[in-house]
């Protein structure tokens, strides 16, 4: 529902509002303008009205009216030869600086900006387009907060397509000004049309009178004396021979008369509340006091059409892109049914792979969105469900209504089903989501074929071991390879290598690589980081396979640690490689995974070649921020990877602490012993706010998270409550 309420009024109103938005960040640039070419100084705080009507008297021989703009401007109209005239005056003296004359184009803008140069009807759409907005920023605040887990991970790296990122990098800088703008532009159109603050009743107004006396001096007038040009709005001069007129008199506490014979106030009357909060509105709104002010909620107002078009751009990729299936069957006819539920459509590039192999077994297969579950599938066997996990644990789009169809579902009794996970293993709610299908799909006696299986950020590799398993218990040859859409592939040319392991027949090698001289893609390579990845092609393979980076784009080279496993095709060709040969592939940003910004410890574990990223990480640490290393190995003679450099990282400060485990020695011990034994002092360095950061294999990630659990305990903390705040991060293979 609350993606519903944000989408579809941005299809309908988003070329209204981004008019609105542009309109007003042109007319943001206005104060700015006039603070850089105008003359006039602005007035004293101790200035008085009294002082500043004296000067203008004492230049203009007729004056007529004098209104001070928002901005501080202070222009006098009078009566001359040629009829009424304006001047900008300086509001020190009174004296002019020079007709006044608006902007012709900043009066169109704002014309444009207020109705649409469309006269009441476009006040009213103006008026409904700063609704939309308020609706949009409201419910792009809810929105994140459920994409990113909650409201403590409000600022962590947003995941997803191109679109979707810059969608929330747009929304997380402009949220505020357009926040602002939307409210302050609601209510003025609200008063404007009446629905807000005491409407005037129709009738007649009783003017007041003067004494009829002789006029007092205008600068010795007693209710100007002490009232200060700050709080000037507009002072209107009685009619010249008329000794009953009166001064009428404007100021942001509220208006009234002065009596032009005692120069004394006469039935001054205070703002209502409405007519306080208009002003307050006007002035949030316009920005016209703050020239710097007036330019934050310019560039707020061009977030939108970003905010737009990227909007537009994920919501169209999120509706079209996922339903097509070639040689989709009927459901009635299907003996295999896979059920899809994803958000941003990669989990249906998941389903197309599968469909393809089971119809390439002979089965009749039927693929649909989670939301379309039908009542029965009568000649089913299978029912497979590929589930993505939206937030902190909510059904995706294409899930949303899953739950109240599961509850009318007839299952025949010969049915049974899996459900395979997809998420990110960063998040505390990894496939939550998928848990939650699996448990309700056994609450309605439905039969699991296999405990459900996750896929760590669209592993291919995950999912083909799922699949194999499901093979198995099916009762047919299936393993199936998911291929992605493949970016531009970059030719990279290896520098050197260092190998390890060899004592083991465990071979692992250190490989490094630069851009190859005339090789494809070199003018596209993105900046990198440690912690990035990088997806290699092995030759005779159109399947990436992913390795983390050692380096970034500052080291000038890109380094990788490789692992040889048995019968592996990229890790095998990747550890014969010799200085000069070539591979093919591109980068991958892993945003989540980067050395933290800031002062906070940070403390880094690694297992074999899972040392890798975290030693590329240290290499760009401050010396001045503690970060410590800790590195499980095999044999220290063997296989201790980036020995020598480790050392000098602790030498130079960049490593506060380095601590080693060695598996495969006498009294050997794996990494997570390490991390036990140093509990006083992560516990210290947790208190003061550390980042804890995992990378290697699967077994020695849990290993290690049951030991922090045993560290944290005694401070009352978890590792779950640190990974939902973002200060648990695993990179795991």
């Known amino acids: 529902m609350l993606r519903s309420l944000h989408s579809w009024p941005t299809l309908v109103a988003g070329v209204l509002v981004t008019v609105m938005a542009v309109t007003g960040s042109v007319l943001s640039l206005e104060p700015v303008l006039t603070r850089l070419t105008s003359p006039a100084s602005g007035a004293a705080p101790t200035q008085t009205v009294a002082g500043l009507v004296s000067g203008v008297a004492a230049h203009f021989a007729e004056p007529q009216r004098i209104v ?13 030869g040629t009829g009424i005239s304006a001047d900008l005056v300086d509001p020190q003296t009174g004296a002019s600086l020079g007709p006044y004359a608006p902007s012709p184009f900043f009066l169109t803008v704002t014309e444009l900006h207020r109705s649409f140069l469309a006269g009441e009807t476009g006040r009213l759409a103006s008026g409904t387009g700063a609704a939309v907005m308020l609706l949009l920023a409201a419910g792009g605040v809810l929105l994140l907060a459920r994409r990113c887990g909650g409201w403590h991970r409000l600022l962590t790296a947003p995941q997803g397509s191109l679109a979707q990122r810059l969608h929330v990098h747009a929304g997380r800088l402009a949220i505020a ?36 006396g002789p006029a007092m001096v205008v600068g010795d007038m007693p209710a100007l004396q002490d009232l200060p040009v700050t709080g000037l709005r507009e002072l209107t001069f009685p009619a010249q021979g008329d000794p009953l007129d009166v001064f009428s008199l404007t100021i942001a506490d509220g208006s009234g008369w002065i009596d032009q014979g005692t120069g004394r106030s006469m039935d001054f009357t205070a703002n209502t509340l409405a007519q306080d909060l208009y002003q307050l509105a006007f002035t949030l709104h316009a920005g016209q006091g703050s020239w710097a002010y007036a330019l934050f909620l310019g560039l707020s107002g061009l977030a939108v059409p970003v905010l737009f078009v990227s909007g537009l751009a994920s919501w169209t990729v999120r509706v079209r892109g996922g339903t097509r299936i070639a040689g989709n069957d009927p459901a009635g006819h299907a003996d295999t049914v896979i059920l899809v539920g994803s958000e941003g459509n990669s989990t249906w590039g998941f389903a197309r792979s599968l469909h393809a192999s089971l119809k390439a077994e002979g089965l009749c297969v039927h693929t649909a969105a989670m939301n379309d579950l039908a009542r029965n599938y009568p000649k089913a066997r299978w029912l497979i469900v590929l589930a993505a996990t939206y937030g902190d644990g909510d059904a995706p789009v294409s899930a949303t209504g899953f739950q109240s169809r599961l509850a009318n579902f007839e299952a025949g009794p010969a049915l049974g089903f899996s459900v395979v996970g997809f998420g990110d293993r960063g998040f505390a709610a990894y496939c939550a989501y998928a848990g939650q299908v699996e448990r309700d799909l056994k609450a309605r006696g439905l039969r699991p074929l296999l ?5 760590d950020r669209q592993s291919a590799q995950d999912f083909a071991a799922w699949s194999r398993a499901f093979g198995a218990v099916a009762g047919i040859d299936l393993e199936v390879e998911h291929r992605t859409e493949l970016p531009e592939l970059t030719t990279w040319e290896c520098l050197g290598r260092k190998d390890y392991g060899q004592a083991y027949q465990t071979p692992k090698s250190v490989l490094r690589f630069r851009p190859a001289a005339g090789g494809r893609g070199q003018r596209k390579i993105p900046e990198y980081k440690a912690g990035d990845l990088i997806g290699i092609l092995p030759k005779g393979s159109d399947v990436p396979r992913f390795y983390s980076l050692a380096s970034g784009s500052p080291d000038g080279f890109l380094e990788i640690a ?36 800031g002062k906070a410890p940070v403390i880094l574990v690694g297992a074999g070649t899972g040392v890798a990223p975290l030693v590329g990480m240290a290499r760009g640490n401050r010396p001045s921020r503690p970060v410590y290393l800790f590195a499980g190995n095999r044999d220290p003679d063997s296989d201790l990877l980036y020995r020598d450099e480790i050392a000098e990282l602790v030498r130079t400060g960049r490593l506060h602490k380095a ?26 360095a947790v208190l003061s706010g550390a980042r804890v950061m995992i990378c290697g294999g699967r077994d020695m990630a849990e290993g290690v998270r049951d030991a922090f659990g045993e560290v944290l305990a005694p401070l009352g903390l978890s590792v779950n409550a640190l990974r939902a705040e973002g200060r648990y991060l695993e990179d795991v293979f």
Not at 571 to 589: A, K, T, V, W
Request: charged share 15%; proline share 6%; net charge positive.
């Open 68 to 80: 001070q703009k928002a901005d501080g401007a202070v222009v006098v109209y009078h009566a001359g």
């Open 659 to 684: 601590r080693f485990s060695f598996s495969r020695v006498p009294g050997g011990a794996y990494v997570q012993e390490c991390v036990r034994a140093d509990a006083g002092e992560l516990r210290r």
């Open 177 to 212: 000004g357009i926040g602002l703008l939307a409210v302050s532009g609601v209510y003025m159109s609200l008063t404007t049309f009446g629905v807000i603050g005491a409407s005037q009743e129709d009738g007649f107004f009783a003017f007041p009178q003067s004494s009829g």
């Open 562 to 597: 490789v692992s040889k496993q048995p019968g592996g095709l990229c890790s095998g060709q990747l550890c014969n490689l010799e200085p000069g040969d070539r591979i093919s592939g591109f980068i991958r940003p892993n945003p989540r995974f980067h050395l933290p910004r």
């Open 451 to 455: 405990e459900m299986a996750t896929v």
